[in-house]
């Protein structure tokens, strides 16, 4: 036999016999790389998870405060809304009260004084 072909026979069962033992080394391999990703993925999970539970309280928070704000602020609105409607009525009746002033001066033969509007922070003086 020749000397080439021993080394090629040699080499071609090594490989075989690499190849055997990296397919038998293969599952046990395979599985410890699948268990380590499954890891990492469950540890990236957890960890956003946190991370959206930690959003979730926050909005939760915020959510409060703005319900709270918002009823104050309509309580708010309900009172001026309440006094704005007492003004109207008293404005109302003021207006009433001048109109039958100024058919009684007409009616005694007089003219009244004319209404002029008050401007912004003029003051009244009152007689």
Not at 16 to 37: F, G, M, Q, T, V
Request: proline share 3%; charged share 30%.
């Amino acid at each position: 036999m020749n000397v080439d072909l021993i080394v090629g026979v040699v080499g071609v069962i090594g490989s075989l016999a690499a190849i055997i033992l990296s397919l038998r080394k293969y599952p046990h391999e395979s599985r410890n790389l699948d268990a380590s990703a499954a890891k990492q993925y469950a540890e990236a999970a957890e960890m956003e998870a946190k991370r959206a539970k930690g959003y979730a309280d926050e909005l939760e928070t915020y959510k409060k405060n703005t319900e709270n704000t918002l009823a104050i602020l309509r309580q708010e609105v309900s009172a001026l809304k309440s006094d704005l409607a007492e003004r109207q009525k008293k404005l109302d009746e003021l207006q009433n009260w001048a109109e039958r002033l100024v058919m009684q001066v007409r009616s005694l033969g007089e003219e009244p004084v004319p209404f002029k509007p008050v401007k912004k922070n003029a003051v009244i003086h009152k007689n």
